[in-house]
């Protein structure tokens, strides 16, 4: 499919994450008021203002009225698919509404962002196979680096909804009980390996109350967002066994401020890599339910031009979202509108690919190079930046910058 076209003439540069192919859904601040808005080139269309304009009408009362995607999500994939016909009809070249919907225009440049939508839960995954077989290396030996599950099934943990930020939301570096192998004993400490981790969020934007295939988790998508599970990995490697990690991923998660949907990756599906154990019926997939979506790391220390220190793609994972979803269900686990799924870390087969500090640094043996500097994990200061863009025909479907700063930690909080 080509560049669509718009009146908005920088919507249309091959520079933009924004065209009218992508129609990324966001909340942003206008006149002092969070109102659901769309980014297109370099702006946001107020779509609260369209609809109280009766210039989109999704359902029988207001949808944007408050400032969250969910009640979208909730009218269906028939309202999902109402929403991008009548924004490309009001956007596109010649459009007769140019002259109202110019009014209803802000610059994204400076602008307030928040959460996309209310988040309801959220599930974190481990269904990268190198990251899984790095991770698993370093802790387990080469021989037993994946779990004998992996093969079979999405590894995940239940996170937690609270603790999810929108990007741009400074991060503290957390305190948290440690013990290195040779320490006697455990000890309160701030993390001292504190972490990023790149991955892709799904948005559930449709309820099940009982399983669902993985061609009907596809179907209940209703779009991506960007994600970094920040991670402190010495918390982690005390506290996981047996029932996996816990304060160790509970002090931030940030998302990108604009949600994909769905339909704006259809043209970049791809299929998954291929499988020397089959998966169980129920993990089959139907069909290509990856995305060819290159992403990239930025490490940007207090002071200092930013380093990219990894580029991967969405299309190494092992699982899909569609996948994951599917056997979240399984138990009957009821999902629903604003549940949030991280995809798990997105690395590649190569050193530069790794979705992880912990993986780029080999555990902090290896301190990579940033700038002048070098890195085994995060310093105070640090600007972690992701980005993802799947490339078009003379376009790219974006998410605009997943950013979030790594502050010092607080004084002892239990200190008296
Ligand atoms: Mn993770």
Request: charged share 20%.
């Amino acid at each position: 499919m080509p560049l669509e076209r718009s009146w908005i003439e920088s919507a249309n540069s091959p520079e933009t994450d924004f065209p009218l192919n992508n129609l990324a859904l966001g909340v942003f601040t206008a006149d002092g008021v969070q109102r659901c808005g769309v980014a297109i080139g370099d702006r946001i269309l107020d779509a609260t203002g369209l609809e109280e304009a009766g210039l989109l009408t999704l359902g029988d009362t207001p949808v944007l009225d408050l400032p969250f995607w969910n009640e979208v999500m909730e009218l269906g994939p028939e309202a999902w698919t109402a929403l991008r016909d009548r924004l490309k009809e009001l956007l596109r070249e010649g459009a007769p509404e140019r002259d109202i919907v110019t009014s209803l225009l802000h610059p994204m440049d400076g602008a307030e962002l928040h959460l996309p939508f209310a988040i309801s839960e959220f599930t974190d995954f481990y269904a990268g196979r190198h990251h899984a077989t790095n991770v698993g290396t370093m802790f387990r030996g080469a021989e037993n680096a994946l779990p004998p599950n992996w093969l079979h099934i999405p590894i995940g943990y239940n996170g937690r909804a609270s603790s999810v930020v929108v990007a741009g939301t400074d991060i503290r570096r957390p305190w948290g009980q440690l013990k290195g192998p040779n320490d006697p004993g455990p000890r309160f400490a701030p993390s001292a390996r504190f972490d990023l981790e790149l991955e892709l969020g799904a948005i559930v934007g449709q309820a099940s109350d009982g399983t669902v295939t993985v061609a009907e988790a596809d179907a209940m998508i209703f779009g991506y967002v960007l994600l970094n599970d920040w991670s402190a990995r010495d918390i982690q490697a005390w506290e996981y066994q047996p029932l996996g990690p816990f304060q160790a991923k509970a002090t931030a998660t940030t998302i990108s401020p604009w949600i994909v949907m769905r339909a704006a990756l259809e043209p970049f599906r791809c299929a998954s890599p291929a499988r020397e154990v089959a998966l169980l019926p129920y993990l089959e997939e139907p069909g290509p339910m990856l995305y060819d979506i290159a992403l990239e790391v930025d490490l940007t220390p207090e002071g200092a031009s930013p380093t990219t220190i990894a580029r991967t793609n969405y299309r190494e994972m092992y699982y899909s979202s569609a996948q994951q979803l599917a056997h979240h269900t399984t138990s009957g686990c009821p999902m629903n509108v604003g549940d949030l799924l991280g995809s798990g870390t997105i690395s590649g087969p190569t050193k530069d690919s790794r979705g992880s500090l912990l993986e780029l640094s080999w555990g902090g043996k290896e301190p990579i190079p940033v700038g002048n500097q070098t890195r085994s994990f995060l310093e105070d200061g640090d600007t972690i930046t992701l980005r993802g863009t799947a490339q078009g025909d003379g376009y790219r479907i974006g998410f605009g910058p997943c950013a979030g700063k790594l502050l010092p930690a607080l004084a002892d909080p239990y200190a008296r």
